[in-house]
């Protein structure tokens, strides 16, 4: 499931590192575009919202310029600006949408040697071994089949630190991350959701299938793994849906995934700014505002009323503890 690209804008600045020469030679055949700063190309800031799925499909490639860690208290310590923001698949509560609003389309970032630097300095300059989350802001699993990042990341942090990396994904492209000298200091996370609404809503991600094949694959490596189910949608039938997805997890994960893997429950927020690009850009798929069932948050955000929220973690971990009573729910939100 390699991202299809259209053309590619980039800073001059990016072909004087090594990964920037190799995209060049790449996408040679695609038309290049230079652009002064990634983080506002005004040609295609002027894009309307119907125009979102055409951005899309435009490739950005820079020097990233930010690299200030965020304190995090989840599953990571920090979290980490790293080789890509933003993603070519569109699923429609995307929380990157209210980031970049129509913007978010895959930015590569060449300079990884410098933020390798930084995550080994961190790491070892600290006296407690810190995870770092550096899929923050992107897919990493699908950047890699752009940029064959994620194999060095892995190996070479492994090697020069001592905490520990970890990412989410909703993609099942991990064979080039099957058999490295991981030393389990990567924590593989995979993101679930009910087949329907990975069909209707996540668009361009892979299979629900394809997505348990691989967190399969990434433990049976040796890799420490965990899986999201997120976000929690509220459509009508949402009980249902997520009583079969935890059906399908018991029977299709592997037993030592569903003995050492650890879950994290989070809900969906949801944001003005998706809603208008959603409903101008996707007219025809299903609306995710419910002003019934949502609450303002700040800021332009929304998210599910606290009582309806807290009935609805009832009720999954209850389903969670009957179905994948092993796995531990390390928080839900």
Known sequence: MNPSFDSVYFEPAALHYPLGSYLKQKYASLPWIE?????????????????????????????????????????SDFLVPYTSSGCSAMCLYCYLVC?????????????????MNKLVKTANTDPWRHVFEIGSNSDLVLENTVT???????????????????????????????????????IFRMSVNPEELIRKIEIGTSQLSARIRAVNAM??????????IAPIILVPDWESL????????SDKLSDDVKRVGFLEVIFMTYSFVQNAINSEAFPSLPTLYQPDQMVGRGRGKYRYREHLQKEAEKILLDMINKYLPKMTVKYIS
């Open 35 to 75: 652009i002064q700063n990634h983080n506002n190309i005004p040609q295609l800031r002027a894009a309307s919202n119907r125009e979102f799925v055409r951005l899309k499909r435009h490739l950005i490639i820079g020097v990233r310029k930010t690299h200030r860690y965020t304190e995090n208290h989840k599953v």
């Open 219 to 228: 433990c049976d490596s040796g890799y420490p793994v965990g899986l999201l």
């Open 148 to 186: 064959n990042n994620l194999p060095w990341t892995i190996e070479e942090f492994a090697r020069r630190a001592d905490g520990k990396l970890t990412f989410p994904t909703k993609f099942d492209m991990v064979e080039p991350l099957l058999g490295l000298d991981h030393r389990q200091k990567t």
């Open 242 to 249: 997520y009583e079969e997805l935890l059906i399908t997890l």
């Open 99 to 115: 980031n970049y609003n129509k913007c978010a389309y895959l930015r590569v970032f060449v300079n990884r040697e410098e933020m």
